[in-house]
């Protein structure tokens, strides 16, 4: 059980354009997800935590309006990279944390993003 | 504030040695978890191990064992019997108190290579 997705698990977007990720629980309800930025040997960042229902909180330095995060259902959560760029390229990571569980965290696959 | 120092950058060990992976941790509240992770070349996290600040014993997990030493906040991570698959990235990461959102910090990670 605990099983989070991500999609895609890699995507390759123009300079300029929008890219949406996704974060699913499959066999839980997350009343809480985070989303991670890693790059290439380093550690993860967080980037914001959502909570179904309410408006994502942002860790400082994160530029809100470019990465818009969305919890729509105790399910789902979106990752909408705008107006992507060349230093947006990056791993990103989700994690979700169950309801019932609200100290653990189980994380996503991952997904690559990279902007040409 | 919370804070992970992972001090060793890059590890090496022969196959079917005992390996120790350092952590630190700073925090003031007294409520915290400490977890290690793995993260292959793939990129997914892997978790390894937990231990809850007020847990009286050290945290085994098959051949993964956690080195908690809370007057010197130290968390290390001890892998017996190295195996060629173990070669990966492995963080520390701290889990604060509610006040932190359940936040996880994440140390800057040791890349281990398991030599045959």
Partial sequence: ?116 | AQKITQTQPGMFVQEKEAVTLDCTYDTSDPSYGLFWYKQPSSGEMIFLIYQGSYDQQNATEGRYSLNFQKARKSANLVISASQLGDSAMYFCAMRGGMEYGNKLVFGAGTILRVKS
């Avoid at chain 1, 989303?35 to 309410?54: I, V």
């Avoid at chain 1, 994502?56 to 990465?67: L, S």
């Fill in chain 1, 1 to 116: 059980g605990a099983v989070v997705s991500q999609h895609p698990s890699w995507v390759i977007c123009k300079s300029g354009t929008s890219v949406k990720i996704e974060c699913r629980s499959l066999d839980f309800q997350a009343t809480t997800m985070f989303w991670y930025r890693q790059f290439p040997k380093q550690s993860l960042m967080l980037m914001a935590t959502s909570n179904e229902g309410s408006k994502a909180t942002y860790e400082q330095g994160v530029e809100k309006d470019k990465f818009l995060i969305n919890h729509a259902s105790l399910t789902l959560s979106t990752l909408t990279v705008t107006s992507a760029h060349p230093e947006d390229s990056s791993f990103y990571i989700c994690s979700a944390t169950p309801g019932t569980a609200p100290y653990e965290q189980y994380f996503g696959p991952g997904t690559r993003l990279t902007v040409t």
